[in-house]
C-alpha cells in the first residue's frame, strides 16, 4: 500500500516545486520586460513575450503529464485497498472467492520475485495474462536495476546522486548516508585517475558538508591522497577496492526499499521460509544423508534447504514420527516396526517391500536383509 502512496507524494511534491519554479521565472521575466517597455523595441517586446509563452505551455504539458500519473497511482491505490477489503469479507478458508483470491496473491508473489531478479519480461507477461498491473511496482524496480547496472558495470554514480537529490529531505529523515558513500566514491575515482588537484576541489564542495557526522572518513580519505591506488596498506587498499561499486549498488537498493516500506527479501522467500520454519527438526542438520526424509524440503539442501539455513528450529508440543521409506505419517493405523538393527520403518513400507522381495525386506540406510518376521511392533506413547 505505501509504493504508490509514496510515489504520489514524491509526483505531487515535484509538480508544485516546477509549477512554482516557473511561475517565479515567469513573474520575474514580466517584471523586467514592465522596467525596459520603454527602452526596447516592439518586435523585441513581443519576442520576449512570446518565449514567455511557449516556457508556460511546457510547464502547462508537464503538469498534464505529472497529473495523468497522479490519477494512474490513486487508481492503483484504490484497487490495492478494494483487494485488502475483499479478503476481510471471508468467513471459510474452503470458499471459491478466498481460493480465487490466494491464486491472485501467489500471482503477486512471483510477479514481486521476478522484477527483483531483473526478468522484467516475464513479469510483464504474467502481469498481462493475470490482469495484475495495478499489484506491480513496475517503474520503481525499473528505476533499481538501472541504477544498480550504472553502479555495478559502468562504474558511475550520476544516477544515483540524481535520486539522492530528488529525495534529499526524505534521506535526512531516515539518517541516511547513500549520497555521502556516493561522493566518497566519485573522490576516490578522482585520485585513482590521478587527477588529484580535481579531487581536492571535489572534497572542498561536496564532502566538508558531511564533516558533522563523517570527519573520520573524510580525513581517512583525504589521507588517499598520498598513496597508490595498488597500496597494501589495509585501511586505504579496501578504499580503493572495485569491489565497493557493488556494495554500493547493494546499498542504493536497501535504502530506496526502506523508504517504499519494503521488505529487503522477495516476498516469496519470505512465504517460503515461514512455511519451512514449521518443518526444520535438528534431523534436517544432520550431515549424514541417510537420516534426510525424501520427502521434506528443508532436508533437500540443494535447493529450498538453502533458505531454510539459517531459521530456528520448529517446537512441537506433540512429536509426529513420519515414515523414512514412504514419508507418510506412523499412527494406530500404520504403526511404527523396528528391525533388529535398530532402525524404525512404518509397517505398509515393510510389507510392501516383502511383498516384493519375498518377504525379505531391506533396510535403505544400513543395506541389511532381514525377514518380514523380525520386525517388533512399536508402541506411540
Not at 127 to 153: G, I, Y
Not at 246 to 273: N, T, W
Request: contains cysteine; glycine residues 4%; positive net charge.
Amino acid at each position: 500500500m505505501k509504493v504508490p502512496l509514496e510515489q504520489l507524494k514524491r509526483e505531487a511534491r515535484q509538480s508544485q516545486k516546477l509549477a512554482e519554479r516557473e511561475m517565479q521565472l515567469a513573474s520575474s521575466g514580466l517584471a523586467d520586460l514592465a522596467k525596459k517597455q520603454s527602452s526596447i523595441s516592439a518586435e523585441e517586446y513581443t519576442h520576449a513575450i512570446d518565449g514567455l509563452a511557449d516556457k508556460l505551455r511546457v510547464l502547462r504539458r508537464k503538469l498534464e503529464d505529472s497529473k495523468q500519473e497522479e490519477a494512474l497511482l490513486i487508481s492503483r491505490s484504490r484497487q490495492r485497498a478494494a483487494d485488502l477489503n475483499e479478503l476481510s469479507g471471508f468467513t471459510s478458508a474452503t470458499q471459491p472467492e478466498f481460493q480465487r483470491w490466494c491464486r491472485t496473491r501467489l500471482e503477486r508473489v512471483l510477479i514481486d520475485y521476478m522484477l527483483r531478479s531483473g526478468n522484467v519480461d516475464t513479469a510483464k507477461l504474467l502481469m498481462e495474462k493475470s490482469n495484475l498491473e495495478h499489484f506491480a511496482d513496475t517503474s520503481l524496480f525499473a528505476l533499481v536495476m538501472s541504477t544498480e547496472h550504472e553502479l555495478r558495470e559502468q562504474h558511475s554514480c550520476r544516477g544515483a546522486l540524481h535520486w539522492c537529490a530528488e529525495n534529499r529531505g526524505v534521506l535526512r529523515k531516515i539518517e541516511s548516508s547513500l549520497e555521502f558513500e556516493l561522493r566518497l566514491q566519485e573522490f576516490i575515482e578522482m585520485i585513482r585517475a590521478k587527477k588529484s588537484s580535481e579531487a581536492i576541489a571535489y572534497a572542498k564542495k561536496h564532502l566538508t558538508a558531511w564533516s558533522d557526522t563523517q570527519l573520520p572518513r573524510i580525513q581517512r580519505a583525504m589521507t588517499l591522497l598520498a598513496f597508490s591506488p595498488t597500496t597494501g596498506c589495509p585501511p586505504y587498499k579496501h578504499m580503493f577496492d572495485v569491489a565497493r561499486w557493488d556494495g554500493l549498488a547493494h546499498e542504493f537498493r536497501m535504502v530506496i526499499f526502506k523508504l517504499y516500506s519494503l521488505p529487503s527479501q522477495p516476498l516469496l522467500h519470505l512465504l517460503l521460509q515461514t512455511g519451512l520454519s514449521a518443518l526444520k527438526t535438528p534431523a534436517c542438520l544432520s550431515d549424514d544423508p541417510s537420516e534426510h526424509n525424501r520427502n521434506c524440503p528443508v532436508c533437500q539442501t540443494d535447493t529450498l534447504g538453502k533458505l531454510a539455513q539459517g531459521l530456528p528450529l520448529s517446537h512441537h508440543s506433540n512429536s509426529n514420527l513420519v515414515c523414512r521409506i514412504s514419508g507418510e505419517k506412523m499412527d494406530e493405523d500404520n504403526p511404527p516396526m523396528r528391525l533388529p538393527n535398530g532402525y524404525v520403518y512404518s509397517l505398509i513400507s515393510l510389507t510392501d517391500m516383502a511383498n516384493k522381495l519375498d518377504g525379505k525386506v531391506k533396510c535403505p540406510r544400513s543395506g541389511e536383509i532381514f525377514s518380514l518376521a523380525d520386525a517388533k511392533k512399536l508402541f506411540i506413547s
